[in-house]
């Protein structure tokens, strides 16, 4: 049957109906219908529920609590539960547990401690996704399935056999040879060479590994989780029609353009409070463009984190509401908190949600009412619109994993959560969110087509995704490629070239790098090429250019044999240009360098002033542009044109001016 049809954008939460007594689902429903609640996520780690012994499947109790919530008018999103496998099957194969770099196995209990790579707990979590897909794959009150949850190759890795002996054999699948690997790592270097791939260890934090071998390992089990997750994908495919996702997090320890390849919907978690928000324009931005579909927001919270604690403030009134908007305003189709109601014993019970444990709507349950309300308000409007812009960066999963091995130049307080390479990108998103422009942050496998603007800040490596010969053709054809500081400097593996200083760079532009300097402390005074000064920051990359290429900003003084060099320059190329950017400049800086590349493409940007980020939304029968002040201070946006606001029935011509966590959903007349 097909599924029910459900207004967009969808407001939900996980729901735990298998931990609580079947009778307070009535009372739990109840309250998601005053809430205004019109989509749960149930089932994601409810595997023994399911399968209390093997192949005995016991769906009765998900079957009642899907026709409960039909009956409300609530639909689901199922999830596969293979993030928490049961006991018995544990039991059955106690080398399913992952082991850590300690050589400790994990134990039952928590989330996702088992190995990808473990054969039994592959086929058993496909055998339990296909139950379920059997049961429940054409349910009219089923819109959607999510696989697991925020699977991730986070801290070292498991050290599992099994993971060891798929890691020699990947690395045989991409070298071919023992000789051709010692030869690319170059391993005479402190006579690391080996004489065969069972030689190659799995990388433990206490040795001064090659970082070559850090890198395999990681790209080894990102791999892993993305197999892993397809196989399950592959089922559900094969037993239904809805849209199918896995739920991930903020971090770059998966590549979310590999994962979501063979997926239909993107799923995205997050929990931020009024200090962290500003990084989601980022990751929503880098959700967008993944998919032609709009993204869904699986998790986030209502009000604060925490599991035995709570580390939390009590966020400003408005923040929820702000926090729920944002996606939306962004690109999505759905934002979903977690939790629906409290846990009432076990894991994160001062985790923020929108009951209580004792079934009491906390503060926020206003704001959630308000955005339910909204959402009904805005839908035909934002069900038949789409972001739309031309400008476009690049953020790549490879880069940072070669940076988490070779930070270039060190990053004071980089961490697995907040990487080198996450916090120089945030600061130049940040440079570009505050100017309004909306960008499209493309994976490396995304198509920038149809845009006319690409930024590729950091970008160690283009030997990835035939990026190389793919920018190349779009600048030939028209575009403007602003090649950023460390762009192109690295080959596939994090290695130097050997015979220039980059893969394309300086090929297409004519210009030579001559140099590549640290300068922590500013010893390295630049120019515009008017006389004003550039500040350039922690470390720059200087050019000899051709005659035809213009000088954007040069070395003034410090260092004599750096005095003249080009730190900036641009450079016709066929039909395009390529603009150089040596460095990570100042903020004022680097929106001069952007302002004077929007005026050569003519590229129009929304126009806001504080923490304001504003979206143009194109269909065939609407066009508008939304806004969401997300820093609790007044901003300002302006319109050319008349524009009515979907959530007052206001209308707007000119400056308007947004209270702290206001939204504008603005509809052009």
Same mark, same amino acid.
């Given at each position: 049957?097909?599924?029910?049809?459900?207004?967009?954008?969808?407001?939900?939460?996980?729901?735990?109906?298998?931990?609580?007594?079947?009778?307070?689902?009535?009372?739990?429903?109840?309250?998601?219908?005053?809430?205004?609640?019109?989509?749960?996520?149930?089932?994601?780690?409810?595997?023994?529920?399911?399968?209390?012994?093997?192949?005995?499947?016991?769906?009765?109790?998900?079957?009642?609590?899907?026709?409960?919530?039909?009956?409300?008018?609530?639909?689901?999103?199922?999830?596969?539960?293979?993030?928490?496998?049961?006991?018995?099957?544990?039991?059955?194969?106690?080398?399913?547990?992952?082991?850590?770099?300690?050589?400790?196995?994990?134990?039952?209990?928590?989330?996702?401690?088992?190995?990808?790579?473990?054969?039994?707990?592959?086929?058993?979590?496909?055998?339990?996704?296909?139950?379920?897909?059997?049961?429940?794959?054409?349910?009219?009150?089923?819109?959607?399935?999510?696989?697991?949850?925020?699977?991730?190759?986070?801290?070292?890795?498991?050290?599992?056999?099994?993971?060891?002996?798929?890691?020699?054999?990947?690395?045989?699948?991409?070298?071919?040879?023992?000789?051709?690997?010692?030869?690319?790592?170059?391993?005479?270097?402190?006579?690391?060479?080996?004489?065969?791939?069972?030689?190659?260890?799995?990388?433990?934090?206490?040795?001064?590994?090659?970082?070559?071998?850090?890198?395999?390992?990681?790209?080894?089990?990102?791999?892993?989780?993305?197999?892993?997750?397809?196989?399950?994908?592959?089922?559900?495919?094969?037993?239904?029609?809805?849209?199918?996702?896995?739920?991930?997090?903020?971090?770059?320890?998966?590549?979310?353009?590999?994962?979501?390849?063979?997926?239909?919907?993107?799923?995205?978690?997050?929990?931020?409070?009024?200090?962290?928000?500003?990084?989601?324009?980022?990751?929503?931005?880098?959700?967008?463009?993944?998919?032609?579909?709009?993204?869904?927001?699986?998790?986030?919270?209502?009000?604060?984190?925490?599991?035995?604690?709570?580390?939390?403030?009590?966020?400003?009134?408005?923040?929820?509401?702000?926090?729920?908007?944002?996606?939306?305003?962004?690109?999505?189709?759905?934002?979903?908190?977690?939790?629906?109601?409290?846990?009432?014993?076990?894991?994160?019970?001062?985790?923020?949600?929108?009951?209580?444990?004792?079934?009491?709507?906390?503060?926020?349950?206003?704001?959630?009412?308000?955005?339910?309300?909204?959402?009904?308000?805005?839908?035909?409007?934002?069900?038949?619109?789409?972001?739309?812009?031309?400008?476009?960066?690049?953020?790549?999963?490879?880069?940072?994993?070669?940076?988490?091995?070779?930070?270039?130049?060190?990053?004071?307080?980089?961490?697995?959560?907040?990487?080198?390479?996450?916090?120089?990108?945030?600061?130049?998103?940040?440079?570009?969110?505050?100017?309004?422009?909306?960008?499209?942050?493309?994976?490396?496998?995304?198509?920038?087509?149809?845009?006319?603007?690409?930024?590729?800040?950091?970008?160690?490596?283009?030997?990835?995704?035939?990026?190389?010969?793919?920018?190349?053709?779009?600048?030939?054809?028209?575009?403007?490629?602003?090649?950023?500081?460390?762009?192109?400097?690295?080959?596939?593996?994090?290695?130097?070239?050997?015979?220039?200083?980059?893969?394309?760079?300086?090929? /297409? &532009? @004519?210009? =030579?790098?001559?140099?590549? #300097?640290?300068?922590?402390?500013?010893? %390295?005074?630049?120019?515009?090429? +008017?006389?004003?000064?550039?500040?350039?920051?922690?470390?720059?990359?200087?050019?000899?250019?051709?005659?035809?290429?213009?000088?954007?900003?040069?070395?003034?003084?410090?260092?004599?044999?750096?005095?003249?060099?080009?730190?900036?320059?641009?450079?016709?190329?066929?039909?395009?240009?390529?603009?150089?950017?040596?460095?990570?400049?100042?903020?004022?800086?680097?929106?001069?360098?952007?302002?004077?590349?929007?005026?050569?493409?003519?590229?129009?940007?929304?126009?806001?002033?504080?923490?304001?980020?504003?979206?143009?939304?194109?269909?065939?029968?609407?066009?508008?542009?939304?806004?969401?002040?997300?820093?609790?201070?007044?901003?300002?946006?302006?319109?050319?044109?008349?524009?009515?606001?979907? /959530? &007052? @029935?206001? =209308?707007?011509?000119?400056? #308007?001016?947004?209270?702290?966590?206001? %939204?504008?959903?603005?509809?052009? +007349?």
């Amino acid at each position: 049957m097909d599924a029910r049809p459900i207004r967009r954008p969808m407001l939900g939460a996980a729901y735990y109906p298998e931990a609580w007594p079947e009778s307070e689902q009535t009372r739990d429903i109840a309250m998601m219908q005053k809430a205004g609640i019109t989509v749960v996520r149930i089932g994601e780690f409810a595997w023994h529920k399911m399968e209390p012994r093997e192949g005995e499947y016991d769906f009765s109790w998900l079957h009642r609590v899907i026709g409960r919530l039909e009956q409300a008018g609530i639909r689901v999103i199922l999830g596969t539960p293979s993030a928490c496998p049961p006991i018995w099957l544990e039991e059955k194969d106690p080398e399913m547990r992952l082991i850590d770099d300690m050589d400790q196995r994990h134990q039952h209990g928590g989330r996702r401690h088992c190995c990808s790579n473990n054969p039994t707990f592959l086929r058993y979590s496909v055998k339990i996704a296909e139950e379920m897909a059997k049961e429940f794959g054409h349910h009219p009150n089923v819109i959607g399935w999510q696989i697991d949850n925020e699977i991730a190759a986070f801290d070292f890795g498991c050290y599992c056999p099994h993971c060891v002996r798929e890691f020699r054999n990947h690395l045989e699948s991409r070298y071919g040879t023992i000789e051709h690997l010692n030869e690319r790592w170059n391993l005479n270097l402190f006579s690391q060479a080996y004489n065969d791939f069972s030689q190659v260890p799995q990388p433990r934090p206490h040795t001064w590994h090659s970082p070559h071998l850090w890198f395999e390992w990681k790209t080894f089990h990102a791999a892993s989780h993305v197999r892993f997750i397809k196989a399950q994908a592959d089922v559900l495919h094969r037993c239904t029609d809805r849209p199918v996702g896995t739920d991930m997090m903020p971090v770059f320890n998966q590549d979310y353009g590999k994962m979501n390849e063979f997926l239909d919907v993107v799923q995205y978690n997050h929990y931020d409070d009024e200090y962290s928000l500003k990084r989601e324009l980022f990751w929503f931005d880098y959700m967008r463009p993944i998919k032609d579909t709009p993204f869904w927001v699986t998790e986030t919270s209502t009000n604060w984190n925490g599991a035995t604690s709570t580390p939390s403030n009590l966020r400003p009134e408005g923040f929820c509401r702000a926090n729920s908007w944002l996606p939306i305003v962004l690109g999505a189709e759905a934002n979903m908190y977690w939790l629906w109601r409290q846990h009432w014993a076990g894991h994160e019970l001062m985790h923020g949600a929108v009951l209580y444990a004792s079934g009491r709507p906390m503060h926020t349950f206003g704001e959630v009412q308000e955005l339910a309300k909204g959402f009904g308000e805005c839908a035909d409007f934002l069900e038949n619109t789409r972001v739309r812009t031309d400008f476009a960066m690049i953020a790549s999963t490879t880069t940072d994993y070669l940076m988490k091995q070779q930070e270039v130049v060190w990053e004071e307080g980089s961490h697995q959560w907040e990487t080198a390479y996450t916090k120089r990108l945030m600061r130049i998103y940040d440079a570009i969110a505050e100017t309004g422009i909306r960008p499209d942050v493309l994976t490396p496998m995304g198509s920038f087509e149809g845009h006319s603007i690409l930024f590729t800040p950091f970008l160690l490596t283009l030997e990835e995704e035939n990026l190389q010969s793919r920018i190349t053709d779009w600048v030939e054809k028209g575009g403007i490629w602003i090649a950023g500081p460390m762009t192109d400097i690295r080959n596939d593996i994090g290695a130097h070239y050997r015979d220039r200083e980059t893969g394309i760079l300086e090929e /297409l &532009t @004519g210009a =030579t790098l001559v140099q590549q #300097i640290p300068d922590a402390e500013h010893r %390295t005074p630049c120019a515009w090429a +008017d006389g004003t000064e550039f500040r350039a920051n922690k470390w720059l990359q200087l050019y000899e250019v051709p005659d035809d290429a213009e000088v954007l900003a040069t070395v003034t003084g410090g260092y004599s044999a750096l005095v003249g060099k080009a730190v900036a320059f641009r450079k016709k190329v066929g039909k395009g240009e390529i603009w150089v950017l040596g460095t990570e400049p100042s903020r004022e800086d680097l929106v001069r360098l952007l302002k004077a590349v929007l005026d050569k493409t003519g590229s129009i940007q929304p126009k806001v002033t504080g923490k304001v980020a504003a979206a143009y939304r194109f269909g065939s029968e609407f066009r508008g542009i939304c806004a969401q002040e997300y820093g609790g201070k007044a901003g300002t946006l302006v319109v050319s044109r008349p524009h009515t606001d979907l /959530l &007052t @029935g206001e =209308t707007y011509t000119g400056n #308007i001016a947004l209270d702290p966590w206001q %939204t504008l959903i603005l509809q052009e +007349d």
